[in-house]
């Protein structure tokens, strides 16, 4: 492998323990007796992650944190189990363009006593522009959140459904620095 490709995957791999650190640091840093704790009500700690102030990776916007219960959510015809899904952008920002930039993403959380302790980055693939779930599929394997694992998601920096066509991107430099060395492809 070039050095080029190692660089690029260790940026991916920060990109996806940032999102992943940042959303458990809050959870686990809210001030005792304000939320629930993740252990004893897993639903309503989840959903108070949405107002949490001074959030750890900046600039970060939760746009939701919804409870899914077990079996509500299902992925490849495979139930889900229970756990935390978290939505958001990293550096919303109006590009040179015109149109709306940031890091979209998808964090989801098994409940503590489901989570085996590993984390998935789920790549959106081509030059992306969606959020996929990030339920961790991976054409008809069953997917990774099935088994225990944490799951991020993310959009390269740019939402197509916003562009006037899928490749505008290309024509902001922060966007493409963005999809290039902060996302994966």
């Excluded at 920060?14 to 629930?36: D, W």
Aim: net charge negative; aromatic share 8%.
């Amino acid at each position: 492998m070039t050095p080029e490709h190692h660089l690029w995957q260790r940026r991916i791999t920060i990109f996806g323990r940032s999102i992943l650190i940042g959303v458990s640091l809050a959870a686990l840093t809210a001030p005792a007796g304000s939320a629930a704790t993740a252990e004893s009500d897993p639903a309503a700690a989840c959903v108070g992650l949405a107002n949490l102030p001074n959030f750890p990776v900046a600039p970060t916007q939760i746009t939701s944190a919804q409870f899914n219960p077990a079996g509500t959510v299902s992925a490849n015809g495979v139930p889900l189990p229970a756990h935390c899904q978290i939505d958001g952008i990293i550096n919303k920002r109006t590009g040179s363009d015109g149109y709306p930039y940031g890091d979209g993403f998808e964090v989801r959380l098994p409940t503590p006593t489901d989570w085996n302790g590993r984390f998935m980055f789920q790549g959106g693939g081509g030059t992306e522009g969606s959020v996929p779930p990030a339920t961790g599929t991976a054409g008809t394997l069953s997917p990774t959140l099935a088994h225990g694992w944490a799951v991020a998601s993310q959009d390269g920096g740019h939402e197509n459904s916003q562009l006037p066509f899928p490749n505008q991107f290309f024509l902001d430099p922060q966007a493409v620095i963005d999809h290039a060395y902060r996302q994966s492809t």
